[in-house]
Nanobody, 128 residues
Framework: VQLVESGGGSVQAGESLRLSCTASGLTFGGFPIGWVRQAPGKALEGVSCISSSDGQAVYADSVKGRFTMHSDRTKSTVYLQMDDLKHDDTDTYYC??????????????????????WGQGTQVSVSS
């Protein structure tokens, strides 16, 4: 399984970014795929996840209403649209996949560490 992220960058608070994650080596749509973020020295934090069963996305409370995750099966790519970015969203963002992870719940560190396949990460920096 290979996951390749892109789309990170540096923006001002209130602006938007869209991250992409292109997957290969798996049956796209058959694996839950999540976005996870981590700041230096801090724990992993789940951001969002698309379920393989119904294709619905779920979100951590910290990003609900601001982030939107969707998938394009024709491109084997998932996207994370991040609007109204805040300084606290500054992190390295990873997409991750695992066929046994449940998309839901609080999506804290324990949830995030369940993923077996990870991308290389893309940096998002938001200045206030």
């Amino acid at each position: 399984v290979q996951l390749v992220e892109s789309g990170g960058g540096s923006v001002q608070a209130g602006e938007s970014l869209r991250l992409s994650c292109t997957a290969s080596g798996l049956t796209f749509g058959g694996f839950p795929i999540g976005w996870v973020r981590q700041a230096p020295g801090k724990a992993l934090e789940g951001v969002s996840c698309i379920s393989s069963s119904d294709g619905q996305a779920v979100y951590a409370d910290s990003v609900k209403g601001r982030f939107t995750m969707h998938s394009d099966r024709t491109k084997s790519t998932v996207y994370l649209q991040m609007d109204d970015l805040k300084h606290d969203d500054t992190d390295t963002y990873y997409c991750a996949a695992d066929d046994l992870v449940y998309c839901g719940g609080e999506m804290k560190t324990d949830w995030a560490t369940q993923f077996e396949a990870w991308g290389q990460g893309t940096q998002v920096s938001v200045s206030s």
